[in-house]
């Protein structure tokens, strides 16, 4: 049973590759075999996770990407076969989201948010299908919240577009499930990441605290998102497609 979750021999690309989930991401498939590919807008993280990704043995590339262009989605997707030569797995983790009122968003800002947790999702998908259903197999794991399945007026743009990725997974599984690619997403709770911590001290809340609202009694590490992303990219998840997985730590005393 172990052989189903080797990934030798497998490329992957990985959005937000150079911090928090999607670094943790990458360093699990890369532990698993997998070559890795990471995209963001910052080219010093990715750069970064590269060399760690190196020194586990793989082959590692850092491609800067502003994944709210289709131009720029599709040129990642062909240096990626230019590169590394085939494209088996795709993560969609570039996300993220300011929090305040409704009443406070511009129209400028529902837009980024948007285009980033959705747009991105649709447009890198759609590239990335191309190569996959030629070679008649792949792997699409997108990264949702649990802001998705709640109701939450201090983050509605994310939520929203959040909920619109797992109805989207669905979509694309049903569309391309028979042609050999499957496509799942995970909704995160709270995890230990730079986005998630920097939000909460602009409000003055301690993360540990928020950590203590689920089961496990702390926040997620970004590897064990990992090990999610790992389960829905490789084999060992042969017979699932197009299912949104809540990794959120247990419910905790709300039942949440």
């Known amino acids: 049973m172990s052989n189903r979750f080797d990934l030798t021999g497998r490329v992957a690309v990985i959005t ?4 928090g989930i999607g670094r943790g991401a990458a360093l699990v498939l890369a532990e698993s075999g997998a070559d890795v ?22 082959r590692a590339l850092a491609v800067p990407t502003d994944v709210t262009s289709p131009e720029q989605c599709q040129e990642l997707v062909g240096t990626t076969l230019r590169e590394l030569g ?3 797995i795709l993560v969609n983790n570039a996300g993220g989201a300011e929090t305040k009122s409704i009443a406070k968003w511009t129209e400028e800002e529902w837009h980024q948010v948007v285009d980033l947790n959705l747009g991105s999702v649709w447009f890198l998908s759609r590239a ?12 699409i794991v997108n990264i949702s919240s649990g802001a998705s399945l709640l109701s939450m007026p201090q983050a509605a743009p994310y939520a929203a577009s959040k909920a619109a990725v797992n ?17 799942n997403a995970i909704a995160v709770g709270a995890v230990r990441a730079a986005t998630l911590v920097d939000d909460l001290g602009r409000y003055g809340i301690d ?6 609202t689920n089961a496990s009694g702390r926040l997620g590490e970004p590897e064990e998102i990992g090990n999610g992303v790992l389960f829905f990219a490789s ?22």
């Open 167 to 183: 109805s989207l997974t669905g979509s694309m599984a049903a569309a391309w499930t028979a042609k050999g690619i499957r496509v």
């Open 86 to 88: 085939r494209l088996d």
């Open 207 to 212: 993360p540990e605290t928020v950590g203590k």
């Open 235 to 256: 084999d060992a998840s042969s017979f699932c497609s197009g299912q949104t997985l809540y990794m959120h730590g247990g419910p905790g005393p709300a039942g949440i």
């Open 37 to 58: 590919v990471l995209a963001g807008r910052r080219p010093e993280p990715l750069e970064s996770t590269v060399k760690e990704i190196q020194a586990l043995g793989r």
């Open 16 to 19: 937000g590759g150079g911090t």
């Open 128 to 139: 990335a299908a191309g190569p996959m259903l030629a070679q008649g197999k792949g792997a």
